[in-house]
């Protein structure tokens, strides 16, 4: 009898170990899934942030795609304005060489040009002196005229006198002086006043450089 409540003791305990294990267990077991349940909605979220990384990736893809399509573009563009940039330097050396020779031929003309009016001043004050001279001539000439028109007046009235007066005696021959006198107004003879020249006109030029 003893041997029997025993066992029905040290079964009860076993009974009662076994429940308290399956309790353990059974908590162990409730624990495991809320971890699991919580391990999964991490991998959910942890897939949701790779899908998105992925979505970004991709955009981050494209972009730089389009990034590096618009940097060889800006290459292309700088290589033709750096080919631009050297074509117009040459362009503008060539620019620089023709103005220096432009310059250099500008001051040749300026040289001559200065040389020419000094030219110019020159021949002004030749002609300048030339039309006093022509004009202290004619004034001179008007003057030996009327000179001359005097003493041909003058001879003239001689003459008229002369042969008013009775002729001198035969036996006298006539003076050196009365012959002198009458071959002098036989071949003394006015002449008309040559219409005077007009002066040579005087352009005065505007030089400037």
Aim: charged share 35%; net charge negative; hydrophobic share 30%.
């Amino acid at each position: 009898m003893d041997a029997i409540k025993k066992k029905m003791q040290a079964m009860k305990l076993e009974k009662d170990n076994a429940m308290d294990k399956a309790d353990t267990l059974e908590q162990q077991n409730k624990e495991a899934n809320l971890r699991a349940e919580k391990a999964e909605d991490e991998v959910n979220k942890l897939q949701k942030k790779m899908q998105q990384l992925e979505n970004d990736l991709d955009q981050v893809q494209e972009s730089l795609l389009t990034a590096n399509n618009q940097l060889e573009e800006k290459d292309k563009a700088l290589s033709n304005t750096e080919e631009e940039i050297r074509a117009n330097q040459k362009k503008s050396q060539l620019v620089e060489n023709e103005l220096d020779h432009a310059q250099e031929q500008l001051s040749a003309a300026t040289h001559k040009l200065v040389e020419k009016e000094k030219a110019f001043a020159n021949a002004e004050e030749e002609v300048h002196d030339l039309q006093k001279k022509m004009q202290q001539m004619e004034t001179d000439l008007d003057q030996v005229q009327e000179s001359l028109l005097k003493a041909n007046t003058q001879l003239e009235e001689k003459d008229k006198g002369l042969s008013n007066d009775p002729p001198p005696p035969p036996s006298h021959p006539p003076s050196f002086h009365h012959l002198h006198h009458k071959r002098v107004t036989h071949f003394v003879q006015p002449r008309p006043s040559p219409p005077r020249p007009a002066p040579p006109p005087v352009t005065l030029w505007a030089c400037g450089v």
